[in-house]
Each structure stands twice: as structure tokens, then as C-alpha cells.
């Protein structure tokens, strides 16, 4: 069935963050007046948003594919590029919300709740934010990053307090027409109602809601019909109530067989745990027998009846054309509907459930991996991997600039105790996208250098570097040369050509 929508797979992507640029101010008489360049602006996000004007998710069946826009690239004169705009798509209350592997991301309940899904971009700063006392005029500018995009799956769960069910034409829509002010399809040929309607039922003093689902039939769970997926819609209703046809005239079918019938494709429905509802089988249920103008059908009801109360059921022989019959239900359903509410206040169920990715933003971790192309040292972490991102690589002070910003971090010294050697692969990010370097074990030597002007950078000319047993020579060579220069000097104060007593101080290597 084609427009029976309740479950999407929907493509969504944020925006990416726009780019920082490197600028030089120019002004009449001052050629180089420092950096200008203004920070890329941030991607929009993509948001969900519980929308009362939104009752089905077809929009997204047919438009699967959603991206919010980019953020602007910063320009010279600082100026900064403007952020892109959030894209909101709205959803019907109770949507939920998952990965692709099926976690459950959020709960969308409550007009107005909303989950961002795909995080915009961050945009790159420019060489203007870049400039520090020790890095005064950077000739270069971070990279926007890209947005989020990923594959979400929405499904929509109906909320409702009472959910009615049964075979096709049983009469389900009629009595929502009867008990509450909500005016759903109403057909003698199966399958009128395509997706649940919803009435909200005033019975005493208390309110509730009831939800038409559409007919089920036998082997429904194997597909047939419309199959069991929209039971989805009944998995939060803490009432079932059978709806039974007791006028059809279809060969095989009476009240008792009906009901087991339905009650074998419910036990066939897998309950979303993560939700934390019990399983169908375990919820309350009332048994309703229709159609009771029809004489025949009356007849019939009174005497099941018996049976089905001998179940421990409770039933109600009504009329939803005659309107019998109707207040003693409600009534029912009333009773029942508050009892399960105390029982959800007692186990406090959060209707809301919104997780959100729990990231360590500070961390990484570095591990030695053996792939068919050889050892590799692998960092993953979200910073790191942010920094790479942002990196302009084919500029070698952002390429020096990164280089800083790990060191910082530790992750040189974390290779080093991983067991790293000059030349080892060094892989930072996670399978995809990740960034291969072959590793110059330079940084922490060469951090003196890094506070000199950027533009150039030793680690990236020479890729030498003294071990330790050349530092050693190299230092007992300048031992030697300083005590042969001091064994001339006193030779030559001896010799009476000048007095210093100052002289004989030793200078620091
Ligand atoms: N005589 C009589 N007919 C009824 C009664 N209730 C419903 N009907 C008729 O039964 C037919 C089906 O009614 P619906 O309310 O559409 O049934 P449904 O269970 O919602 O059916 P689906 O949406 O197809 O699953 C319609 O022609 C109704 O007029 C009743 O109490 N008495
Ligand atoms: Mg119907």
C-alpha cells in the first residue's frame, strides 16, 4: 500500500562549516597592515521538530533526500562568512527517531520537541583569529568542515491511550466516530482505514485518547494485508481493545476464532524494547462485540459471551451505528486507562528519551595495527581528527600549524610510548577519511623553532635529525673546542697580555 507511510529512511545532511581565509590588510601607505581574513561561517544543522501540522511521514517517502546549506567562507577585511540555515523538517508527535543499526536516537512526544539530527559544520577561522603575539601574520586559514551526513530511520508511534483493533470492517473507525469528535473514514469494503485516527474520548472525569489502527487479518505477521507494521501505533497504548464483528457472514469467521486469530498476530509483533513498553500480549484488553442492531449478530454475541468472560475478559455487546452500548465502554476503557497511568507514574517512564551521542571531546587514543600494507600507528579522537580536517595541506604552515596543535595535545609523545619510530605510518581518524602520514618524530625538538615566523618550517625541509649518540659527539666535541679556547685564553693571561678575573666563569652549553 502505498501511502500507508509510518516508517522512512531518511538522507540527511548538515551543512558544511564555510572556509576561513588568509588575507593581508591593505592600506595606502602601509602595504602589509597584518592579517584580515574573517572565519568561514558554521553549516546549518538539520533539526526535527514536532509539528501539529504533520500527522504522516509521507513527505519523506517521497522526498528522502534532505541537506541543510553550507556556511559562507570568511572574506578579507575580517569579515566573516554567515552561518548556514538550520534546516527544520517537521514530524508528527511520536516519531521516533533511529540509527541505521536500529538504536533508538530519540523519542520525538510534545508539540514543539525537537532533535537535532546532523550537526552543521564547523567553519575555518581565518588568519585574523589565527594571529597570535608569537604568530603575528599567518599565511594561512583553517578549513570549514564538513557537516554531518548520515542515514536516520523514522518511525512513526502513534500516542495514544487506547488502541482499537480487529479484522477489517469490524466497525474499529466507527466507534472513534461515536466515542470521541474525530470523523475517520468509514467504508464497507476492508482496509478504509490506512493509517491510525485518532479521538480523544471524554468518559467521567477522565480524558483519553483512542486510536484506530488499521484491519488486521490472519497471517498478517507473514505480511499479509498490511502486514503487522503498523502495530508500531499500538506499542504505546497501555489499553487493546478487540473489536469483533459479530455480523459477518464470511465463511469461517465467529467471534471466539476472530479474536484468537488477532491474538496470534499480536504475539507475533516484536515490541521496540528500547521504547520501554511491554509486550502486546501483556496489555490490558477489552473485548467489544458490534454490531448488535443487526438481530442475528445480537443473538450471537449474548451467547459467546459467557465464554469470553470465562477467559477473564471483559465485554461489551454495543452498537456503533445505534449508538448502544457505548457509555459502559467508555466507562471501561476510562477505568483502565487510569489504572495504567498510575502504574506508568509508579515506574516514572521517560516519555522523552533524547540521547545524545556521548562524545569525549578531550581523548584519543593511539593503537599499533597490523593491515595487509604493513604496520600502523592509529589515532582516533575526536580533536584530532577535527584538526585534520581543518587542515589545508597543500600549505605548509597549516601543515606546521597541525603539527603544533597535536603535539600539544600529546599525541606525538602517546606514539612514542606506542612504540612509533621515525617513518612509522601514522594513521589519524577512523577507517574513512582518515589521513596517512608518515611520521617525523621532529616536533617536541623542534618546538623552540615553531616560535619564529611561520612560512617556512625546518621539520618539513630536513628530515634529519641526530640521534643520541650523535648528540652525545656532538656535545664532547664542544666541550673539547670551549676547553682548548680556555686552556689559550689563561696560556695567554699568563703570558701577561691582558687581565680579566671575570673570564674564567663556564657558560652554559
Ligand atoms: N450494522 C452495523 N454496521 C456497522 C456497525 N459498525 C460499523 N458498521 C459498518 O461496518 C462497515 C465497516 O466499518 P468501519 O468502521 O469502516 O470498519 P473498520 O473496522 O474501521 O474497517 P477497516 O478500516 O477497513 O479496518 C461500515 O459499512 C460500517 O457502516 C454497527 O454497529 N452495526
Ligand atoms: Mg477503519
Known amino acids: ?89 517537521p514530524v508528527p508527535e511520536g516519531t521516533v527517531v533511529k540509527s541505521g543499526s536500529g538504536d533508538v536516537l530519540a523519542d520525538l512526544v510534545g508539540m514543539g520537541a525537537t532533535y537535532v539530527i546532523a550537526r552543521g559544520g564547523r567553519g575555518g577561522l581565518g588568519n585574523k583569529a589565527l594571529a597570535s603575539p608569537r604568530r603575528k601574520a599567518p599565511g594561512f586559514a583553517l578549513l570549514g568542515e564538513p557537516g554531518d551526513a548520515l542515514d536516520v530511520v523514522l518511525e512513526l508511534k502513534t500516542l495514544a491511550d487506547v488502541a ?17 469528535a474525530a470523523r475517520p473514514k468509514i467504508a464497507d469494503y476492508p482496509f478504509t482505514t490506512l493509517v491510525p485516527n485518532l479521538g480523544v474520548v471524554t468518559a467521567g472525569d477522565e480524558r483519553f485518547t483512542v486510536a484506530d489502527v488499521p484491519g488486521l487479518i490472519p497471517g498478517a505477521s507473514q505480511g499479509k494485508g498490511l502486514g503487522l507494521e503498523f502495530l508500531r501505533h499500538v506499542e504505546r497504548c497501555s489499553v487493546l481493545v478487540h473489536v469483533i464483528d459479530c455480523a459477518t457472514l464470511e465463511p469461517g469467521r465467529d467471534p471466539l476464532s476472530d479474536l484468537d486469530v488477532i491474538e496470534e498476530e499480536l504475539s507475533q509483533y516484536v ?12 496489555r490490558t484488553r477489552i473485548v467489544v462485540l458490534n454490531k448488535a442492531d443487526v438481530p442475528e449478530a445480537r443473538e450471537l ?34 477505568r483502565h486507562v487510569a489504572e495504567a497511568r498510575k502504574a506508568l507514574e509508579v515506574v516514572e517512564v521517560p516519555r522523552v528519551v533524547l540521547r545524545p551521542k ?31 580536517r581543518q587542515t589545508d595541506f597543500s600549505n ?43 611520521w617525523e618524530p621532529t616536533m617536541s625538538a623542534g618546538a623552540e623553532l615553531l616560535a619564529g615566523p611561520r612560512g617556512t618550517d625546518l621539520r618539513l625541509e630536513d628530515a634529519h635529525r641526530p640521534t643520541r649518540d650523535q648528540k652525545r659527539e656532538d656535545y664532547a666535541a664542544r666541550r673539547a673546542a670551549k676547553t682548548a679556547a680556555r686552556e689559550e685564553l689563561a696560556a695567554e693571561r699568563k703570558a701577561g697580555h691582558w687581565a680579566d678575573a671575570a673570564s674564567e666563569d663556564d657558560d652554559e652549553l
Not at 477489517?168 to 473507525?173: C, E, L, M, T, V
Open 301 to 334: 454475541a449474548e451467547m459467546v459471551k459467557p465464554d469470553l468472560e470465562a477467559r477473564g475478559l471483559e465485554v461489551f455487546i454495543v452498537s456503533a451505528v445505534a449508538r448502544t452500548g457505548l457509555r459502559e465502554l467508555g466507562f471501561a476503557m476510562a
Open 271 to 282: 515490541a521496540d524494547e528500547s521504547l520501554g513498553g511491554k509486550p502486546l500480549s501483556e
Open 164 to 180: 482499537l483493533i480487529g479484522y477489517p470492517s469490524a466497525g474499529k473507525s466507527s466507534l472513534v466516530s461515536v466515542l470521541s
Open 358 to 388: 556521548a562524545v569525549d571531546d578531550s581523548g584519543f587514543t593511539v593503537t599499533r595495527e597490523n593491515t595487509p600494507d604493513g604496520e600502523i600507528f592509529r589515532v582516533v579522537g575526536e580533536r584530532p581528527t577535527r584538526w585534520v
Open 1 to 89: 500500500m502505498a501511502n500507508f507511510v509510518d516508517r522512512v529512511v531518511l538522507h540527511v545532511a548538515a551543512g558544511d562549516g564555510g572556509h576561513g581565509v588568509a588575507s593581508v590588510r591593505r592600506e595606502k601607505f602601509k602595504p602589509l597592515g597584518g592579517p584580515d581574513g574573517g572565519n568561514g561561517g558554521r553549516g546549518g544543522n538539520v533539526v526535527l521538530v514536532v509539528d501539529p501540522q504533520s500527522t504522516t511521514l509521507l513527505d519523506y517517502h517521497h522526498h528522502p533526500h534532505r541537506k541543510a546549506t553550507n556556511g559562507k567562507p570568511g572574506a578579507g577585511d575580517e569579515r566573516n562568512g554567515a552561518d548556514g540555515e538550520d534546516l527544520l523538517l
Open 396 to 438: 605548509d604552515e597549516a601543515v606546521g600549524y597541525l603539527a603544533d596543535r597535536l603535539n600539544r595535545a600529546g599525541v606525538e609523545e602517546a606514539l612514542f610510548k606506542a612504540g612509533a619510530v621515525a617513518g612509522a605510518t601514522v594513521v589519524i581518524g577512523a577507517t574513512d577519511n582518515a589521513v596517512v602520514f608518515d
